[in-house]
């Protein structure tokens, strides 16, 4: 599968917790995006990179949230001291900034259940 | 402020029916509006953009800067089109914000 790949697909963990959740996104992509969905809403965006550098956090990232993408490849989203509000599905998404006609491909998501 | 609004949140017409769902922006400059689709257990997926001025699966979309809306459009609905619908908006290709999405039912 040569699509965005996620990891893991579900995680539920303890409020207080610190989770962290893995993007490959598709070799070929500069931009690496990620984004937060909860029921009922569309995607929120989070923060995205271009290759290793993060370009924009959203103001929704508290503190409690870092990303990185260390080698401009894979990027990693972790969040300290989860809680309940953190409870959502974590979208990635890449895109090649270079194309005429730029379009996100996302991964299947991480589902985080903080209890 | 940028944002996407979309006014329904469940839509549902019969097979063979027109369709059309809405969706409306706000940008100060020259928006990128886009329509993503997520089928039943599959990821979320471009369907088409206002550049392009394409038609994908029989949908086409009108950008119309005067009311400021996106409506996605298709003349004869389909059962395979149900699925849950977004509108995004590109701000100088940098973020994408995403409407809150629009779930189309098509009734057999």
């Known amino acids: ?115 | 402020a940028q944002r996407v609004t979309q006014p329904e949140k469940l839509l549902s017409v019969f097979k063979g029916a027109p369709v059309e769902l809405k969706c409306n922006y706000s940008y100060s400059g020259s928006p990128e509006l886009f329509w993503y689709v997520q089928y039943s257990r599959q990821r979320l997926q471009l369907l088409l953009r206002h550049i392009s001025r394409e038609s994908i699966k029989g949908f086409t979309a009108d950008l119309n800067k005067g009311e400021t809306s996106f409506h996605l459009k298709k003349p004869f609905a389909q059962e395979e089109d149900s699925a849950m619908y977004y509108c995004a908006l590109s701000s100088g290709g940098n973020q994408f914000y995403f409407g809150t999405g629009t779930s189309l039912t098509v009734i057999p």
């Open chain 1, 1 to 115: 599968d040569t699509g965005v790949s996620q990891n893991p697909r579900h995680k539920i963990t303890k409020r207080g917790q610190n989770v962290t959740f893995r993007c490959d996104p598709i070799s070929e992509h500069n931009r690496l995006y990620w984004y937060r969905q909860t029921l009922g809403q569309g995607p929120e965006f989070l923060t995205y990179f271009q290759n290793e550098a993060q370009l924009e956090k959203s103001r929704l990232l508290s503190d409690r949230f870092s990303a990185e993408r260390p080698k401009g490849s894979f990027s990693t989203l972790e969040i300290q001291r989860t809680e309940q509000g953190d409870s959502a599905m974590y979208l990635c998404a890449s895109s090649d900034r270079g194309q005429p006609n730029e379009k996100l491909f996302f991964g299947s998501g991480t589902q985080l259940s903080v209890l």
